[in-house]
């Protein structure tokens, strides 16, 4: 080997020790700008890819460079991402990340993880998501996300100022992660069973049960709302579905959630949003790819 061979595989070798002591992060914003799992691994491997190529010499703060980076294609991504939601069959939702597998993703804060959270940002502006990311999630300055949006200090506080009204004015207030496991295991029960005035005393007036199956067969393509038409709904559904189907638990963004199996073969993800008034969302998500994950 000669020794400029040596130099540059050294410089490899340094590049990708910097870019795996920053890779959680890196997906962490990545996967809170694209509520998709599988497109902020993707993201991020270009990512690495574009710091490879590089000329590194250039770069004097390597961890904010690949922020940026991350951030800015996520932006792009973003934006491509909603033209494609438009021709998704039914509901779009959330990919759910097993954060107990994964605990990094919410160990630095865990804001903008959640689904309520997630599902609320789905409504701002790229940059009103990235500059909310950054700051609630990362608690970046708004010096440093001002110059990742190539934008003025004062704009970006203008920024993550309406995305936080935007998040919080819309949601009620929440209770314990295990209040949450004790309302979705007492959900479940009284699904399998078919009691629809125990599963009305669960909900909230306005509940709303959300599916994603991106038009699987018997997947229902509209939300479903109110407490009576939610609980007819799942009455309905006891007499067929939970046949053979098993329950374990997980804590998917950060919160508990149940994976189904039908004799073995996942079947789905079930998640809510709860707050004090009962349970808000029930978000059932079968789409393949995205729960392929919980297998």
Excluded: C
């Excluded at 067969?217 to 509209?222: E, G, I, K, T, Y």
């Amino acid at each position: 080997m000669t020794e400029s061979t040596a130099r540059t595989a050294d410089d490899l070798e340094e590049a990708a020790r910097i870019f795996t002591g920053v890779r959680p992060r890196l997906f962490g914003i990545a996967y809170r700008m694209l509520s998709s799992a599988g497109e902020a691994e993707d993201l991020v491997q270009d990512v690495w890819l574009r710091w490879q190529g590089y000329d590194r010499s250039t770069v004097t703060n390597p961890a904010a460079f690949l922020a940026t980076t991350t951030t800015r294609m996520a932006i792009n991504v973003l934006q491509s991402a909603r033209v494609r939601r438009e021709t998704y069959i039914g509901p779009w939702l959330p990919e759910p990340v097993d954060t107990s597998a994964d605990p990094y993703l919410g160990a630095e804060r865990g804001e903008a993880l959640e689904f309520a959270a997630l599902l609320l940002m789905e409504r701002l502006t790229p940059s009103e998501r990235a500059a909310y990311v950054l700051r609630e999630a990362f608690d970046y300055p708004y010096g440093q996300i001002a110059e990742i949006l190539q934008s003025t200090e004062p704009a970006v506080r203008q920024l993550v100022s309406r995305a936080r009204k935007h998040v919080a004015g819309e949601r009620r207030t929440p209770v314990a992660p295990q209040a949450q496991k004790d309302l979705l295991a007492r959900f479940i029960v009284a699904a399998r069973t078919g009691d629809m005035t125990a599963l009305e005393r669960l909900f909230a007036a306005d509940v709303a049960s959300v599916s994603d199956g991106n038009g699987a067969v018997r997947v229902a393509r509209r939300p479903v709302v109110g407490a009576e038409r939610v609980a007819k709904f799942f009455t309905a559904l006891s007499g067929w579905y939970w046949v053979d189907v098993e329950v374990s638990w997980v804590t998917a963004n950060g919160g508990p959630a149940a994976v189904l199996r039908r004799n073995g073969v996942l079947e789905g993800v079930i998640t809510m949003v709860v707050s004090a008034d009962g349970i808000e969302r029930i978000l059932w998500i079968v789409t393949p790819e995205k729960i392929a994950a919980f297998a």
